[in-house]
């Protein structure tokens, strides 16, 4: 699902060069007669990383950089265990969530939501003042906070945790829920990660923390928290097949995938191995923005 909740048809671009491009000015289509039909803003793809454009129709283009208000929420159903890592040992964390959405009440998670299941909530949350801050998180059952020094998820390190299960916004069970002292500047951007995990019974999840004047955020408000839109293309994709392009900034056709007729939850895509082979990926084997799988099929049959 896309950022709005909704399935849509989706274009996974792969770099398989050795240097990151700007893919500003390039192009994707459906149609060879305008193989500029929608192009891309300011974005750069890195080597050997992908890149998804949703055909959705809702031509959307925001630059590299762009953040708007609300955390990205993806939820991971039918997985037995409470602990975190019963949900990130999983084969499908975090490639395939079974739901995702947008957070826009806060760092906090609906509840009520089933038993058995995990959730993933992340983004970017901007330092109002220069100063010492201190996170906090609660739920139902074990979870782990993550923040990144800077943008980058890959510098994220854990600052708290609940290892058990707490009360609706109960900020006190355990010591390991509260974070040290974390010095942050003032309109700088940091990446941040809630991962969550219910096993049965009650269910909830929220981030709290304080600010340089003591005042208390618990759960830390909308308005400090962002994530980056995503791309969406200004056409879909016809269900019966069509060829999609791909196009330099002058026109010229750098590669394209054949139109062929899709079943629902049924991708098409390059073999990681062999470029010129093609193959199916089912439900249980697509990875939009990862490399795809070695096992696809040869053949769908209806």
């Not at 994707?28 to 929608?38: R, V, Y």
């Amino acid at each position: 699902r896309d950022e709005d909740g909704n399935s849509e048809d989706w274009i996974e671009i792969q770099n398989a060069g050795e240097e990151s491009v700007n893919l500003a000015g390039y192009g994707l289509s459906d149609n060879a007669g305008s193989p500029l039909k929608w192009t891309f803003p300011s974005v750069t793809i890195g080597a050997g990383k992908h890149l998804i454009v949703w055909a959705s129709s809702k031509n959307r283009r925001p630059d590299a950089g762009t953040m708007t208000n609300g955390l990205r929420r993806e939820v991971w159903l039918s997985l037995a265990g409470e602990t975190v890592a019963s949900l990130t040992s999983s084969a499908r964390y975090p490639y395939r969530p079974d739901d995702r959405n947008i957070a826009r009440d806060g760092f906090v998670a609906p509840s009520g939501v089933d038993g058995n299941y995990g959730q993933r909530m992340h983004g970017y949350i901007v330092a109002p003042s220069t100063g010492s801050y201190r996170f906090w998180i609660s739920s139902d059952d074990y979870s782990a906070l993550y923040l990144s020094s800077n943008m980058d998820p890959a510098n994220a390190t854990l600052i708290a945790s609940v290892p058990g299960w707490t009360d609706a916004k109960q900020w006190d069970k355990y010591s390991e829920q509260q974070s040290a002292s974390i010095s942050l500047v003032a309109g700088q951007a940091y990446y941040i990660c809630a991962i969550m995990k219910q096993g049965s019974g009650g269910d909830h999840l929220a981030v709290g923390w304080q600010l340089p004047n003591s005042t208390l955020e618990r759960p830390i408000a909308a308005s400090r928290l962002f994530h980056t839109p995503e791309l969406h293309a200004n056409f879909g994709i016809s269900s019966g097949g069509e060829t999609l392009l791909l196009s330099a900034p002058n026109g010229t056709v750098l590669d394209q995938a054949p139109a062929m007729s899709l079943l629902r939850d049924v991708s098409y895509g390059r073999s990681p191995s062999n470029t010129n082979i093609w193959y199916y990926y089912d439900v249980n084997q697509a990875s939009p923005g990862y490399a795809n799988s070695a096992t696809g099929f040869g053949e769908v049959l209806e």
